[in-house]
């Protein structure tokens, strides 16, 4: 039987999210630096796919801080259901459905 570290696998999820909600983050600030200068778009599925893969509160945090898509409702309502979604899953995962990290 292999068993896996738990800190390892909080330490990458824990990483990954960071990153996630950065690149969420970026995003948000070159597409409104786009929109000023009237330049190429980023596609709103691209930021709506990275809020979907974990990314969703450096998109909130992104789009109220530079003030960009706050008018549309898909984004204001959009982003903050998929960012409630996920803190349910991960609630649900950690105490309702405990995952046991093990290898057989």
């Not at 948000?28 to 990275?50: G, H, V």
Request: contains cysteine.
């Amino acid at each position: 039987m292999i068993s896996i570290d738990l800190s390892n696998v909080r330490t990458l999820i824990s990483l990954y999210l960071i990153f996630v909600n950065l690149l969420g983050f970026v995003y948000f600030f070159i597409d409104k630096q786009k929109a000023k200068r009237q330049a190429w778009r980023t596609p709103e599925a691209t930021l709506f796919t990275i809020a979907l893969f974990g990314g969703s509160a450096g998109c909130l945090l992104g789009m109220y801080l530079f003030r960009h898509k706050t008018q549309k409702p898909r984004f204001y309502i959009g982003m903050p259901v998929i960012l409630g979604v996920q803190i349910l899953l991960v609630l649900l995962a950690l105490y309702v459905i405990p995952i046991d990290f093990k290898i057989l």
